[in-house]
């Protein structure tokens, strides 16, 4: 299996997991709300916001384009911080390992 085939089976089972735990959402944030300049969209969007409406796309853009692929990841850590003090924090476990498996794809 491709490295390009891995993220998109990794992305898929991140979209599987977010609708799962009902954080996909089915319509998205304001247009003003991706005009933020600041990593993860952090004032504009909430973080499966920001994974959902950026990151997944972005990453299925560069890979139907054929761009290269970032050299270096890592997106675990906010996921984990952001979801440390959720009282359900447990429910998040899967979407965090999938998240911790695409940051490995690009170590």
Same mark, same amino acid.
């Given at each position: 299996?491709?490295?390009?085939?891995?993220?998109?089976?990794?992305? &898929?089972?991140?979209?599987?997991?977010?609708? +799962?735990?009902?954080?996909?959402?089915?319509? @998205?944030? +304001?247009?003003?709300? =991706?005009?933020?300049?600041?990593? =993860?969209?952090?004032?504009?969007?909430? +973080?499966?916001?920001?994974?959902?409406?950026?990151?997944? @796309?972005?990453?299925? +853009?560069?890979?139907?384009?054929?761009?290269?692929?970032?050299?270096?990841?890592?997106? &675990? @850590?906010?996921?984990?911080?952001?979801?440390?003090?959720?009282?359900?924090?447990?429910?998040?476990?899967?979407?965090?390992?999938?998240?911790? &498996?695409?940051?490995?794809? =690009?170590?």
């Amino acid at each position: 299996m491709t490295k390009h085939q891995q993220i998109v089976d990794i992305l &898929t089972g991140i979209e599987e997991e977010m609708r +799962a735990v009902d954080l996909w959402q089915g319509q @998205p944030p +304001a247009a003003d709300a =991706f005009e933020s300049k600041l990593p =993860f969209a952090v004032d504009t969007m909430s +973080a499966h916001e920001w994974l959902q409406w950026i990151l997944i @796309p972005r990453l299925y +853009a560069v890979i139907e384009q054929g761009s290269a692929l970032p050299s270096a990841f890592q997106i &675990t @850590p906010y996921f984990e911080e952001h979801y440390r003090n959720d009282a359900e924090s447990a429910r998040y476990l899967t979407l965090l390992n999938h998240l911790r &498996t695409l940051d490995g794809l =690009f170590a």
